[in-house]
T-cell receptor, first 113, second 111 residues
Framework: EAGVAQSPRYKIIEKRQSVAFWCNPI?????LYWYQQILGQGPKLLIQ????????DSQLPKDRFSAERLKGVDSTLKIQPAKLEDSAVYLC???????????FGPGTRLTVL | GNSVTQMEGPVTLSEEAFLTINCTYT??????LFWYVQYPGEGLQLLLK?????DKGSNKGFEATYRKETTSFHLEKGSVQVSDSAVYFC??????????FGSGTQLTVLP
C-alpha cells in the first residue's frame, strides 16, 4: 500500500513570496490533516479535512494560509505572503475513518529568507 | 483540550543501554496513546500504540504500557542500537478526535 505522498520535499523562498504544498493521502482515507512542525517542537495541527469539507481550521492563520481538498482526495496548502516565522516542516497525514491512527508523509521543509 | 508532556532531551546512550522516555498526558475520557518516531529528514512513523488502560504496545523491541492511574505511557527498550537514533514523539488521541503531540525527545545512541 502506498503511503502519503508530499511534494516538494524542500522549498526555499524569500519573505512575502507565495508557496504551495501538495499532498496525496493513502487511498481511501477520508480524513486528511496538515501540520506545521517548527524545529525542536512537536507537530501542530493547522487544518483537518473530512472528505472535501473542513472539520477544524481553528489554528490556521487565515490571513496568509489557505488549504483546499478538491474532490476529497489530494490537498494543497498555500502560504501567501510568507513570513520568516513560517520556516518549518509541513506535514500531511491521513486517517481511515474506522481507525484512530494517522499516517504521515515525509513532509515539506520550507525555509523563508 | 488534551496535553502531552514528554521527557526533555537530548538523551545520549551507549549501544545496548536501557532506554526510558517518559510521557504523561492530560485528557478527558479514555484516549488512545501513541509513540511516533522521526528519523532525520523524514516524516513521523507510527512506532506503537495502545487504546485502553493496561494495554501494552510493542514494536521493534520498544514497549509502552497505558497506565491510566498515573496518566502515563512511558517508552522503553531493553537494548538500544545506533539505528534507534531519532526523535520520539508521544501522542494522545482524545475525545476531540485530534492528535496532540509532546515536544519530542531526541535520542542519540553511540557505538
Amino acid at each position: 500500500e502506498a503511503g502519503v505522498a508530499q511534494s516538494p520535499r524542500y522549498k526555499i523562498i524569500e519573505k512575502r513570496q507565495s508557496v504551495a504544498f501538495w499532498c496525496n493521502p493513502i487511498s481511501g482515507h477520508a480524513t486528511l490533516y496538515w501540520y506545521q512542525q517548527i524545529l525542536g517542537q512537536g507537530p501542530k495541527l493547522l487544518i483537518q479535512f473530512q472528505n472535501n469539507g473542513v472539520v477544524d481550521d481553528s489554528q490556521l492563520p487565515k490571513d496568509r494560509f489557505s488549504a483546499e481538498r478538491l474532490k476529497g482526495v489530494d490537498s494543497t496548502l498555500k502560504i501567501q505572503p510568507a513570513k520568516l516565522e513560517d520556516s518549518a516542516v509541513y506535514l500531511c497525514a491521513s486517517r481511515d475513518a474506522r481507525e484512530d491512527t494517522q499516517y504521515f508523509g515525509p513532509g515539506t521543509r520550507l525555509t523563508v529568507l | 483540550g488534551n496535553s502531552v508532556t514528554q521527557m526533555e532531551g537530548p538523551v545520549t546512550l551507549s549501544e545496548e543501554a536501557f532506554l526510558t522516555i517518559n510521557c504523561t498526558y492530560t485528557a478527558t475520557g479514555y484516549p488512545s496513546l501513541f509513540w511516533y518516531v522521526q528519523y532525520p529528514g523524514e516524516g513521523l512513523q507510527l512506532l506503537l500504540k495502545a487504546t485502553k488502560a493496561d494495554d501494552k504496545g510493542s514494536n521493534k523491541g520498544f514497549e509502552a504500557t497505558y497506565r491510566k492511574e498515573t496518566t502515563s505511557f512511558h517508552l522503553e527498550k531493553g537494548s538500544v542500537q545506533v539505528s534507534d537514533s531519532a526523535v520520539y514523539f508521544c501522542g494522545c488521541w482524545g475525545s476531540a478526535r485530534q492528535l496532540t503531540f509532546g515536544s519530542g525527545t531526541q535520542l542519540t545512541v553511540l557505538p
